[in-house]
């Protein structure tokens, strides 16, 4: 049973355009949302995070919208850049999200063509 | 702060073989977790531990997985009886204890093949 599930699996868009990730979870106990990015050969990184009490959390051209009663989220990539292609995950946690496992997605694989 | 640190950073092994990954978490973390990361399943949890207690072990294949973590400066994670199925790029994290939005810091992860 998968707990998270994102879509699309690869999104490609031009440079300057908004990409969006989706991503949607089961468990309405889950409280910590946060997107990791991984480049190729490198390991994964934390773009940005939200909890439920928020619906939505900006930080510069990344955004987190999120609707709880649906239980979805997603992340905008706005003006997209070459350099945001990478593959882009959603976990979700419980409790405090230092000290409580990851749920990852599947990941989108994010391609910005220039 | 040099990071997660991980040993080996690729490891080749024959079936059946047994396979023992390390991880050095971020110094002053007191949170360790492993992963797996497939092309199948994604990021999978396998365990983690807290102030080097085990918390949750609920990801790891029971039979052939283990992990401890000795000292608050090292983790390991053993596989048995090595399987191809096995291959996979292990990841170790680690983060503090605290915080709404403590992150969890990745290693560069090693990746396991089981011929």
Known sequence: ?????????????????????NCSYEDSTFDYFPWYRLFPGESPALLIAIR?????????????????????????????QPGDSATYFCAASWGRG????LIFGEGTKLTVSS | NA???????????????????????????????????TIVQ???????????APIDDSGMPKERFSAQMPNQSHSTLKIQSTQPQDSAVYLCA??????????????????????
């Open chain 1, 1 to 21: 049973q998968q707990q998270v599930r994102q879509s699309p699996q690869s999104l490609t868009v031009w440079e300057g355009e908004t990409a969006i990730l």
């Open chain 1, 52 to 80: 439920p009490v928020s619906n939505k959390k900006e930080d510069g051209r990344f955004t987190i919208f999120f609707n709880k009663r649906e239980k979805k989220l997603s992340l905008h990539i706005t003006d997209s």
């Open chain 1, 98 to 101: 230092g000290s409580a496992k």
């Open chain 2, 3 to 37: 990071g997660v640190i991980q040993t080996p950073r690729h490891k080749v092994t024959g079936k059946g073989q047994e396979a023992t990954l390390w991880c050095e978490p971020i110094s002053g973390h007191s949170a360790v977790f492993w992963y797996r990361q």
């Open chain 2, 42 to 52: 994604g990021l999978e949890f396998l365990t983690y531990f807290r102030n080097q």
């Open chain 2, 94 to 115: 680690s983060s503090w204890d605290w915080g709404d939005y403590a992150e969890q810091f990745f290693g560069p992860g090693t990746r396991l093949t089981v011929l």
